[in-house]
């Protein structure tokens, strides 16, 4: 029996980091994707692409449009997205199931581009932590960094490769969402399973 099914089974809820509270969409995707290490070459683009949408907006903006992205961008089939047209940006544009910023949607291009000059795309991500997801112990989530000096190096170096809204915050939060750092609060249920996989 996992941990959350045996708390749900003595009647109570598990506790999860605050931020989960806000929505189910949030809940859902705190207990089952955040803080999970990704390591498939497309999830970790489509993770680029949604975190750079988040730019100036709320992440449940985005993840309520989550799978609008999905499919307005072609499943995140990045070849084809490198590919887009100048006729594709303006569908792209007009589709109401994304965010519609110009310079969002071309960076998504932009960025695809940017991916497949990389020789080994996932090996690039997990470099700015040496292939091992960051263990944090915080107590509480305001202990979380808004960014870190990994961060800070994924953003200037992204940059430096042609990637755009890449800042050192969106790169700290695709870090977290992407399981390269693991900031699940010591008391949330799924600190102990996230620093399972990320052993595996």
Same mark, same amino acid.
């Given at each position: 029996?996992?941990?959350?099914?045996?708390?749900?089974?003595?009647?109570?809820?598990?506790? $999860?980091?605050?931020?989960?509270?806000?929505?189910?969409?949030?809940?859902?995707?705190?207990?089952?994707?955040?803080?999970?290490?990704?390591?498939?070459?497309?999830?970790?683009?489509?993770?680029?692409?949604?975190? #750079?949408?988040?730019?100036?907006?709320?992440? $449940?903006?985005?993840?309520?449009?989550?799978? #609008?992205?999905?499919?307005?961008?072609?499943?995140?089939?990045?070849?084809?997205?490198?590919?887009?047209?100048?006729?594709?940006? *303006? +569908?792209?544009?007009?589709?109401?199931?994304?965010?519609?910023?110009? #310079?969002?949607? *071309?960076?998504?291009?932009?960025?695809?581009? !940017?991916?497949? +000059?990389?020789?080994?795309?996932?090996?690039?991500?997990?470099?700015?932590?040496?292939?091992?997801?960051?263990?944090?112990?915080?107590?509480?989530? =305001?202990?979380?960094?808004?960014?870190? !000096?990994?961060?800070?190096?994924?953003?200037?170096?992204?940059?430096?490769? =042609?990637?755009?809204?890449? =800042?050192?915050?969106?790169?700290?939060?695709?870090?977290?969402?992407?399981?390269?750092?693991?900031?699940?609060?010591?008391?949330?249920? $799924?600190?102990?399973?996230?620093?399972?996989?990320?052993? +595996?």
């Amino acid at each position: 029996m996992t941990q959350v099914s045996a708390t749900a089974a003595a009647g109570t809820q598990p506790i $999860r980091c605050a931020w989960a509270a806000g929505s189910s969409a949030e809940t859902n995707y705190h207990d089952t994707v955040w803080g999970v290490p990704q390591r498939d070459a497309r999830t970790l683009f489509e993770f680029l692409t949604l975190e #750079g949408a988040q730019a100036g907006l709320s992440w $449940r903006t985005i993840l309520l449009r989550k799978q #609008g992205y999905s499919d307005v961008f072609d499943q995140f089939d990045i070849e084809r997205i490198a590919a887009y047209s100048s006729a594709d940006i *303006e +569908r792209c544009l007009a589709d109401t199931r994304i965010i519609r910023n110009r #310079g969002k949607v *071309e960076s998504t291009v932009g960025n695809a581009q !940017a991916w497949l +000059r990389l020789a080994d795309p996932v090996d690039y991500v997990w470099s700015f932590v040496d292939g091992v997801t960051i263990q944090n112990s915080w107590h509480q989530m =305001g202990q979380v960094p808004p960014f870190t !000096a990994a961060s800070d190096l994924m953003s200037k170096r992204m940059r430096k490769d =042609g990637f755009r809204f890449i =800042g050192s915050t969106i790169c700290y939060a695709y870090m977290q969402a992407c399981g390269l750092v693991n900031d699940h609060i010591v008391s949330c249920w $799924r600190h102990v399973p996230c620093a399972a996989m990320a052993a +595996r």
